[in-house]
Protein backbone atom coordinates (compact mmCIF):
# COMPACT_ATOMS: atom_id res chain seq x y z
CA UNK A 1 0.00 0.00 0.00
CA UNK A 2 1.29 3.42 -0.64
CA UNK A 3 -0.01 6.57 1.55
CA UNK A 4 -0.43 10.40 0.98
CA UNK A 5 -0.45 12.94 3.82
CA UNK A 6 -3.86 15.11 3.99
CA UNK A 7 -1.48 17.92 2.38
CA UNK A 8 -0.49 20.54 5.47
CA UNK A 9 -1.61 17.70 7.85
CA UNK A 10 0.34 15.02 9.19
CA UNK A 11 -1.94 12.43 9.04
CA UNK A 12 -1.32 9.57 6.28
CA UNK A 13 -3.73 7.82 4.53
CA UNK A 14 -3.94 4.88 1.61
CA UNK A 15 -4.13 6.07 -1.53
CA UNK A 16 -7.04 3.66 -1.86
CA UNK A 17 -10.25 4.17 0.91
CA UNK A 18 -12.83 1.95 1.00
CA UNK A 19 -16.78 3.47 0.92
CA UNK A 20 -19.91 2.31 2.45
CA UNK A 21 -22.09 4.31 0.00
CA UNK A 22 -22.75 0.92 -1.87
CA UNK A 23 -22.30 -1.78 0.84
CA UNK A 24 -25.25 -4.22 0.83
CA UNK A 25 -26.16 -4.70 4.59
CA UNK A 26 -29.87 -6.22 3.67
CA UNK A 27 -29.19 -9.47 4.50
CA UNK A 28 -26.47 -11.77 5.95
CA UNK A 29 -25.46 -13.09 2.57
CA UNK A 30 -24.30 -9.23 1.53
CA UNK A 31 -22.58 -8.74 5.60
CA UNK A 32 -20.46 -11.44 4.98
CA UNK A 33 -19.42 -10.67 1.80
CA UNK A 34 -18.83 -6.82 3.07
CA UNK A 35 -16.99 -7.70 5.69
CA UNK A 36 -14.71 -9.93 3.67
CA UNK A 37 -14.03 -6.53 1.41
CA UNK A 38 -13.09 -4.96 4.91
CA UNK A 39 -10.81 -7.67 5.76
CA UNK A 40 -8.85 -7.94 2.98
CA UNK A 41 -8.78 -4.11 2.53
CA UNK A 42 -7.17 -3.99 5.78
CA UNK A 43 -4.92 -6.68 5.40
CA UNK A 44 -3.82 -5.06 2.11
CA UNK A 45 -2.73 -1.78 4.06
CA UNK A 46 -6.09 0.06 3.36
CA UNK A 47 -6.46 2.19 6.74
CA UNK A 48 -8.95 4.63 5.51
CA UNK A 49 -12.48 3.52 6.00
CA UNK A 50 -15.63 6.28 4.61
CA UNK A 51 -19.12 6.46 6.07
CA UNK A 52 -22.09 8.54 6.82
CA UNK A 53 -24.57 8.79 8.75
CA UNK A 54 -27.27 8.89 5.87
CA UNK A 55 -26.00 5.36 4.33
CA UNK A 56 -28.63 2.96 4.76
CA UNK A 57 -29.96 5.14 7.12
CA UNK A 58 -27.61 4.13 10.06
CA UNK A 59 -27.43 0.71 9.12
CA UNK A 60 -24.00 1.01 6.99
CA UNK A 61 -22.21 3.30 10.20
CA UNK A 62 -23.44 0.31 12.30
CA UNK A 63 -22.11 -2.38 10.15
CA UNK A 64 -18.61 -0.88 9.47
CA UNK A 65 -17.88 -0.31 13.07
CA UNK A 66 -19.03 -3.67 14.20
CA UNK A 67 -16.79 -5.09 11.50
CA UNK A 68 -13.61 -2.73 12.21
CA UNK A 69 -14.26 -3.40 15.90
CA UNK A 70 -11.82 -6.46 15.62
CA UNK A 71 -8.63 -4.27 14.62
CA UNK A 72 -6.28 -2.02 16.94
CA UNK A 73 -8.10 1.53 16.15
CA UNK A 74 -4.78 3.53 16.34
CA UNK A 75 -4.44 1.77 12.48
CA UNK A 76 -7.57 2.98 11.29
CA UNK A 77 -8.34 6.23 9.70
CA UNK A 78 -12.02 6.18 10.52
CA UNK A 79 -14.53 9.32 8.54
CA UNK A 80 -18.57 9.93 8.74
CA UNK A 81 -20.41 12.91 7.39
CA UNK A 82 -23.59 15.28 8.07
CA UNK A 83 -26.34 17.00 6.85
CA UNK A 84 -29.05 14.47 5.00
CA UNK A 85 -31.83 13.63 7.21
CA UNK A 86 -31.43 11.04 10.24
CA UNK A 87 -35.15 11.67 11.09
CA UNK A 88 -38.57 13.39 10.94
CA UNK A 89 -38.06 15.66 13.01
CA UNK A 90 -37.43 19.20 11.96
CA UNK A 91 -33.66 19.71 13.11
CA UNK A 92 -33.05 16.33 11.67
CA UNK A 93 -30.75 17.34 9.17
CA UNK A 94 -28.25 20.12 7.94
CA UNK A 95 -25.49 21.78 9.58
CA UNK A 96 -26.89 23.46 12.53
CA UNK A 97 -25.05 23.29 15.91
CA UNK A 98 -27.79 21.04 17.33
CA UNK A 99 -27.87 18.34 14.70
CA UNK A 100 -24.12 18.34 14.25
CA UNK A 101 -23.65 18.01 17.55
CA UNK A 102 -26.31 15.06 18.05
CA UNK A 103 -25.26 13.59 14.44
CA UNK A 104 -22.18 12.94 16.05
CA UNK A 105 -22.66 11.54 18.97
CA UNK A 106 -24.93 8.69 17.29
CA UNK A 107 -22.37 8.03 14.65
CA UNK A 108 -19.62 7.64 17.05
CA UNK A 109 -22.05 4.99 18.88
CA UNK A 110 -22.67 3.41 15.89
CA UNK A 111 -19.13 3.42 15.15
CA UNK A 112 -18.64 2.19 18.20
CA UNK A 113 -15.35 4.61 18.67
CA UNK A 114 -14.62 7.30 20.94
CA UNK A 115 -13.60 9.76 18.10
CA UNK A 116 -13.60 9.97 14.05
CA UNK A 117 -10.98 10.66 12.33
CA UNK A 118 -12.60 12.70 9.59
CA UNK A 119 -16.04 14.56 9.63
CA UNK A 120 -17.12 15.85 6.64
CA UNK A 121 -20.33 18.47 6.27
CA UNK A 122 -21.89 16.04 3.54
CA UNK A 123 -22.86 19.08 1.43
CA UNK A 124 -23.68 22.94 2.20
CA UNK A 125 -26.82 24.04 4.07
CA UNK A 126 -27.95 27.37 3.01
CA UNK A 127 -29.92 27.94 5.66
CA UNK A 128 -27.50 27.90 8.55
CA UNK A 129 -24.59 30.61 8.91
CA UNK A 130 -21.12 29.90 8.10
CA UNK A 131 -20.30 30.86 11.01
CA UNK A 132 -22.58 28.80 13.28
CA UNK A 133 -21.20 25.37 11.84
CA UNK A 134 -17.27 25.95 11.69
CA UNK A 135 -17.76 26.85 15.30
CA UNK A 136 -19.60 23.59 15.95
CA UNK A 137 -17.04 21.61 13.51
CA UNK A 138 -13.71 23.27 15.79
CA UNK A 139 -15.45 22.49 18.64
CA UNK A 140 -15.68 19.08 18.11
CA UNK A 141 -12.20 19.40 17.91
CA UNK A 142 -11.81 20.84 20.88
CA UNK A 143 -13.51 18.30 22.82
CA UNK A 144 -11.83 15.55 20.96
CA UNK A 145 -15.11 13.76 19.12
CA UNK A 146 -12.78 14.76 15.89
CA UNK A 147 -9.53 15.47 14.85
CA UNK A 148 -9.84 16.81 11.43
CA UNK A 149 -12.68 18.00 9.65
CA UNK A 150 -13.63 18.26 5.54
CA UNK A 151 -16.60 19.39 3.34
CA UNK A 152 -17.97 17.19 0.73
CA UNK A 153 -19.14 18.62 -2.55
CA UNK A 154 -18.92 22.49 -1.99
CA UNK A 155 -18.34 25.18 -4.62
CA UNK A 156 -15.12 26.46 -4.28
CA UNK A 157 -16.43 29.96 -3.26
CA UNK A 158 -18.02 28.14 -0.62
CA UNK A 159 -15.14 26.90 0.97
CA UNK A 160 -12.84 30.58 0.46
CA UNK A 161 -15.97 32.20 2.04
CA UNK A 162 -15.65 28.98 5.09
CA UNK A 163 -11.95 30.00 5.33
CA UNK A 164 -12.63 33.77 6.17
CA UNK A 165 -14.86 32.66 8.72
CA UNK A 166 -12.11 30.29 10.11
CA UNK A 167 -9.22 33.33 9.59
CA UNK A 168 -11.97 35.89 10.90
CA UNK A 169 -13.10 33.82 14.50
CA UNK A 170 -9.54 31.91 14.92
CA UNK A 171 -10.98 28.63 14.34
CA UNK A 172 -9.26 24.88 14.07
CA UNK A 173 -8.71 24.91 10.08
CA UNK A 174 -10.19 22.54 7.47
CA UNK A 175 -8.45 20.23 6.25
CA UNK A 176 -9.78 18.20 3.66
CA UNK A 177 -12.77 17.87 0.94
CA UNK A 178 -14.49 14.84 -0.40
CA UNK A 179 -16.02 16.09 -3.88
CA UNK A 180 -16.54 13.59 -7.06
CA UNK A 181 -14.04 12.92 -9.42
CA UNK A 182 -13.86 10.95 -12.26
CA UNK A 183 -12.69 10.88 -16.11
CA UNK A 184 -16.49 12.12 -17.02
CA UNK A 185 -16.54 14.46 -14.83
CA UNK A 186 -13.65 16.89 -13.91
CA UNK A 187 -15.45 19.83 -12.37
CA UNK A 188 -12.56 19.88 -9.63
CA UNK A 189 -10.05 20.73 -12.24
CA UNK A 190 -11.19 24.35 -13.22
CA UNK A 191 -11.20 25.45 -9.74
CA UNK A 192 -11.45 23.34 -6.68
CA UNK A 193 -7.76 21.85 -7.10
CA UNK A 194 -6.43 25.35 -7.54
CA UNK A 195 -8.63 26.56 -4.41
CA UNK A 196 -7.00 23.48 -2.50
CA UNK A 197 -3.61 23.94 -3.04
CA UNK A 198 -4.11 27.62 -2.08
CA UNK A 199 -5.35 26.57 1.25
CA UNK A 200 -3.59 23.11 1.59
CA UNK A 201 -6.45 21.12 1.55
CA UNK A 202 -6.40 16.84 1.10
CA UNK A 203 -8.54 16.03 -2.10
CA UNK A 204 -10.41 12.57 -1.27
CA UNK A 205 -12.27 12.16 -4.06
CA UNK A 206 -15.79 9.73 -4.17
CA UNK A 207 -17.11 7.85 -7.54
CA UNK A 208 -13.43 7.39 -9.23
CA UNK A 209 -15.28 4.52 -11.52
CA UNK A 210 -18.16 7.43 -12.27
CA UNK A 211 -20.78 5.41 -11.09
CA UNK A 212 -19.63 2.28 -12.51
CA UNK A 213 -19.68 3.45 -16.03
CA UNK A 214 -15.70 2.95 -16.15
CA UNK A 215 -15.54 -0.37 -14.35
CA UNK A 216 -16.26 -2.00 -18.27
CA UNK A 217 -19.28 -4.28 -16.95
CA UNK A 218 -21.33 -1.97 -19.44
CA UNK A 219 -20.60 -1.80 -23.01
CA UNK A 220 -22.65 -0.47 -26.15
CA UNK A 221 -25.04 -3.20 -27.44
CA UNK A 222 -25.20 -5.54 -24.63
CA UNK A 223 -27.69 -6.21 -21.86
CA UNK A 224 -26.91 -4.36 -18.27
CA UNK A 225 -25.62 -7.50 -16.11
CA UNK A 226 -27.78 -9.03 -13.83
CA UNK A 227 -27.62 -7.79 -10.14
CA UNK A 228 -25.48 -5.03 -11.40
CA UNK A 229 -25.98 -1.37 -9.85
CA UNK A 230 -27.46 -0.16 -13.43
CA UNK A 231 -30.80 -2.22 -12.85
CA UNK A 232 -31.73 -0.31 -9.89
CA UNK A 233 -29.89 3.07 -9.84
CA UNK A 234 -30.90 6.15 -11.65
CA UNK A 235 -27.22 7.68 -11.64
CA UNK A 236 -25.90 5.53 -13.40
CA UNK A 237 -28.79 4.48 -15.83
CA UNK A 238 -28.54 7.93 -16.54
CA UNK A 239 -24.70 8.07 -17.62
CA UNK A 240 -25.56 4.60 -20.01
CA UNK A 241 -25.89 6.78 -23.35
CA UNK A 242 -24.12 5.83 -26.29
CA UNK A 243 -22.01 8.76 -26.66
CA UNK A 244 -20.58 7.77 -23.43
CA UNK A 245 -20.82 4.14 -24.26
CA UNK A 246 -18.73 4.77 -27.20
CA UNK A 247 -15.77 6.64 -25.00
CA UNK A 248 -15.64 3.88 -22.72
CA UNK A 249 -15.00 1.47 -25.60
CA UNK A 250 -11.91 3.68 -26.71
CA UNK A 251 -10.72 3.54 -22.94
CA UNK A 252 -10.96 -0.02 -22.32
CA UNK A 253 -8.55 0.03 -26.04
CA UNK A 254 -6.47 2.18 -24.20
CA UNK A 255 -6.15 -0.06 -20.72
CA UNK A 256 -6.28 -3.16 -22.92
CA UNK A 257 -2.71 -1.52 -24.70
CA UNK A 258 -0.91 -1.65 -21.48
CA UNK A 259 -2.28 -4.89 -20.05
CA UNK A 260 -4.52 -3.40 -17.62
CA UNK A 261 -8.46 -3.19 -17.32
CA UNK A 262 -10.70 -0.35 -17.57
CA UNK A 263 -11.34 0.06 -14.08
CA UNK A 264 -7.16 -0.04 -12.75
CA UNK A 265 -6.96 2.06 -15.85
CA UNK A 266 -9.33 4.86 -14.65
CA UNK A 267 -8.22 4.75 -11.18
CA UNK A 268 -4.42 4.53 -11.93
CA UNK A 269 -5.25 7.81 -14.06
CA UNK A 270 -6.85 9.64 -10.94
CA UNK A 271 -4.25 9.17 -8.79
CA UNK A 272 -1.80 10.98 -11.20
CA UNK A 273 -2.22 13.81 -9.22
CA UNK A 274 -0.54 14.78 -6.36
CA UNK A 275 -3.13 16.61 -4.81
CA UNK A 276 -5.42 14.11 -5.25
CA UNK A 277 -4.92 12.25 -1.28
CA UNK A 278 -7.23 9.12 -1.29
CA UNK A 279 -10.12 7.61 -4.12
CA UNK A 280 -12.70 6.78 -2.01
CA UNK A 281 -13.99 2.91 -3.81
CA UNK A 282 -17.00 0.94 -3.14
CA UNK A 283 -16.37 -2.45 -3.14
CA UNK A 284 -18.99 -4.97 -2.21
CA UNK A 285 -17.00 -7.98 -3.09
CA UNK A 286 -13.75 -8.84 -2.49
CA UNK A 287 -12.63 -9.50 -5.85
CA UNK A 288 -13.17 -5.85 -6.49
CA UNK A 289 -11.04 -4.79 -4.05
CA UNK A 290 -8.42 -6.69 -5.07
CA UNK A 291 -8.88 -5.62 -8.76
CA UNK A 292 -8.68 -1.67 -7.23
CA UNK A 293 -5.62 -2.46 -5.64
CA UNK A 294 -4.15 -2.75 -8.68
CA UNK A 295 -4.29 1.05 -9.43
CA UNK A 296 -1.69 1.26 -7.15
CA UNK A 297 1.36 0.12 -9.25
CA UNK A 298 0.06 0.73 -12.82
CA UNK A 299 2.43 3.81 -14.12
CA UNK A 300 0.26 5.27 -17.48
CA UNK A 301 2.87 7.02 -20.23
CA UNK A 302 2.27 10.57 -20.27
CA UNK A 303 1.22 10.52 -23.91
CA UNK A 304 -2.19 8.66 -22.71
CA UNK A 305 -3.19 11.97 -20.95
CA UNK A 306 -3.55 13.91 -23.83
CA UNK A 307 -5.05 11.06 -25.67
CA UNK A 308 -7.97 11.15 -22.91
CA UNK A 309 -8.68 14.99 -22.42
CA UNK A 310 -9.15 15.01 -26.46
CA UNK A 311 -11.20 11.72 -26.19
CA UNK A 312 -13.78 13.21 -23.71
CA UNK A 313 -13.46 16.74 -24.50
CA UNK A 314 -11.98 18.21 -21.71
CA UNK A 315 -10.37 21.86 -21.69
CA UNK A 316 -9.61 23.12 -18.50
CA UNK A 317 -11.86 26.56 -18.43
CA UNK A 318 -9.90 30.00 -18.80
CA UNK A 319 -11.74 33.04 -19.23
CA UNK A 320 -10.06 35.19 -21.64
CA UNK A 321 -10.64 38.94 -22.28
CA UNK A 322 -9.43 41.17 -24.90
Not at 50 to 55: H, I, K, N, S, T
Not at 211 to 217: A, H, P, R
Not at 255 to 262: I, N
Amino acid sequence: MKYRHLVKQGLQVSEIALGSWMTDVSDSKAQDLAAQSIKLAYENGVNFFDCADAYSGGAAERFLGKALKQYDRKELIISSKVFFPTGDGINDRGLSRKHIFESVDQSLKNLQTDHLDLYFAHRFDPETPLEETLQAMSDLIDQGKILYYGVSEWRPVQILEAQLVIQKLGLHPMSVVQPQYNMFDRYIEHELIDVCDKLGLGIVPFSPLSQGLLTGKYRKGQPIPAGSRATYQDQIQALLTDENLDKVEALIKMAESLDTDLATFALAWTLRKPQITSLITGASKPAQLKNNLKALDLVIPESYFKQIDELLGFKKFFRVIG
